[in-house]
T-cell receptor, first 115, second 109 residues
């Protein structure tokens, strides 16, 4: 158990659907992250929240919309996605994202398929 | 640009030793991480190096040479459960993690 949970674990959606991914961490951390993982590619950082404030948005299309209501919860709202958005979406948390040794702990991911 | 290179796939035999290399070119350096990721599961932390040299943790060791932009993960006494992908990541000058694409390690009996 890593202390980071994600729901749902699997999601199939059409291009016109709206859905949300949920992440919760039980580690008392202050930083949370969304990553996209595609086969044989490096992890792509999408968004970073530090003390509930968004600090990074790495040129992510607006069809992905993050929400961080508190330090323990992170959402990724999805709408009008494209088939190329199919991937594993990983959530992670870390103490505060402000040092080189700040270790990130990952959830199991949501396997998203866009039809 | 920033770049992390590691082999795509490696094969080794149960009970043997394997070394997974990682080279990096990043804007600044604040440490290097190795993570293990079993298929369909979360990446899990293995090691962190910020100073040159070898860090040993049981069957796993990680080495860093900052002057060469190079690290390796050494796995000894390989077990079938070590079949996984191994991810190398470097913290840059802005404390962002730059990730390699991972090395898939296949262990054969």
């Amino acid at each position: 158990e890593t202390g980071v949970t994600q729901t749902p674990r699997h999601l199939v959606m059409g291009m016109t659907n709206k859905k949300s991914l949920k992440c919760e961490q039980h580690l008392g951390h202050n930083a949370m992250y969304w990553y996209k993982q595609s086969a044989k590619k490096p992890l792509e950082l999408m968004f970073v929240y530090n003390f509930k404030e968004q600090t990074e948005n790495n040129s992510v299309p607006s069809r992905f919309s993050p929400e961080c209501p508190n330090s323990s919860h992170l959402f990724l709202h999805l709408h009008t996605l494209q088939p190329e958005d199919s991937a594993l979406y990983l959530c992670a948390s870390s103490q505060d994202g402000s040092s080189g040794a700040d270790t990130q702990y990952f959830g199991p991911g949501t396997r998203l398929t866009v039809l | 640009g920033q770049n992390i290179d590691q082999p795509t796939e490696m094969t080794a035999t149960e009970g043997a030793i394997v070394q997974i290399n990682c080279t990096y070119q990043t804007s600044g350096f604040n440490g290097l991480f190795w993570y293990q990721q079993h298929a369909g599961e979360a990446p899990t932390f293995l090691s962190y190096n910020v100073l040159d040299g070898l860090e040993e943790k049981g069957r796993f060791s990680s080495f860093l040479s900052r002057s060469k932009g190079y690290s390796y993960l050494l796995l000894k006494e390989l077990q079938m459960k070590d079949s996984a992908s191994y991810l190398c990541a470097v913290t840059d000058s802005n404390y962002q993690l730059i990730w390699g694409a991972g090395t898939k390690l296949i262990i054969k009996p």
